[in-house]
C-alpha cells in the first residue's frame, strides 16, 4: 500500500522561502505525475502544481514563485515555494496520478496528513 508523507512546512515571514517534502513508499513517482495540492482554511483542496514526464504546470497564483520537481530514483518530489505571501497559507498535500488537464489531477491514493505553511505579515 503506497503512503504519502509530506513534510518542510512551518511558520515564515511574507517573502520567506520553504522547501517541502514528499516521500512515497514503493517506485510510483515515475508511472505517473505528481501534484502539489493545498487546502486553505475554509477552502477546498486546490491543485497548485504538477510534474509528468513532460511538463510543469502551476497555479496562476504560485507562477513563478514556485518550483515543483521530482527524483524518482529517491522516491521523492519537491515544492520549492519562494517569496512566499499570507494568502499560501494551508495545509500542503502531495498526490500521484494521471493529468486530467493542464491543472487536474486523478488521484490515486489516498491523502497523507499534509505540512501546515503558515505565512505571517
Known amino acids: 500500500q503506497v503512503q504519502l508523507v509530506e513534510s518542510g512546512g512551518g511558520l515564515v515571514q511574507a517573502g520567506g522561502s520553504l522547501r517541502l517534502s514528499c516521500v512515497a513508499s514503493g517506485r510510483v513517482y515515475g508511472r505517473h505525475a505528481v501534484g502539489w495540492y493545498r487546502r486553505a482554511p475554509g477552502k477546498e483542496r486546490e491543485l497548485v502544481a504538477v510534474?509528468?514526464?513532460?511538463?510543469?504546470d502551476y497555479a496562476h497564483s504560485v507562477m513563478g514563485r514556485f518550483t515543483v520537481s521530482r527524483n524518482s530514483a529517491s522516491n521523492i518530489a519537491y515544492l520549492q515555494m519562494n517569496n512566499l505571501k499570507p494568502e499560501d497559507t494551508g495545509v500542503y498535500y502531495c498526490n500521484i496520478g494521471t493529468r486530467g488537464g493542464p491543472l487536474s489531477l486523478f488521484v490515486n491514493y489516498r491523502w497523507g496528513q499534509g505540512t501546515q505553511v503558515t505565512v505571517s505579515t
Open positions: 510534474v509528468s514526464s513532460d511538463a510543469t
